[in-house]
């Protein structure tokens, strides 16, 4: 009988440690859903809040919450009020907990010291990290990073995959055997 109850607690721990360990290797990483002008630096982003404005911007359904009279109002775009707002050189700070547009006055006095900030802060788009190249809009979207093995050292080396466009005496892409002179160069 002992050796039962033995059995069933060994069991039991094991069951609660394999959870436990899932939960450990667990993480959530939207940085393809983040926008251009998102701050570098994070893996996750739940909202962005612009002091300067006193809006929010939701990442996974791409939506402006901003303070409409006494209602927040959720829109694909910022109203004609925001119309000289510069999201790229504005300051943003990340907020990962759910609706903290119902907690105003804390962000606000919190961060009113970024009025004005100025474009001091490093974003997306101007990143040379490749893990931002998965956000659409970011100059190097979608580029392809080979990874080659020189033998002498077995060491792996990132080279960028480029392709060749050469362009014709209008500016345009010519492709090879189109336009002027059909040689390659």
Known sequence: MKKLVLIAA????????????????SLNINI?????WGPTGYDHVDYYYFPDINAYYYVPSAQYIYLNGSQWVWTNNLPARYGNFDLYRSYKVVINKPRPYLQNNYYVT??????NYGGRQAIIRDSREAKYYVV?????????????????????????VVKRVERSHNGRPERYGEGRGNERH
């Open 10 to 25: 060994v069991l039991m721990i094991s069951l609660f440690g394999a959870d436990y360990a899932k939960a450990q290797v």
């Open 32 to 36: 393809g859903s983040q926008p251009v």
């Open 110 to 115: 919190r961060y009113s010291r970024y009025k």
């Open 136 to 160: 659409k809009g970011h100059p190097n979207y979608n580029t392809k990073q080979v990874t080659v093995v020189r033998p002498e050292r077995n060491q792996p080396q990132r080279v960028k």
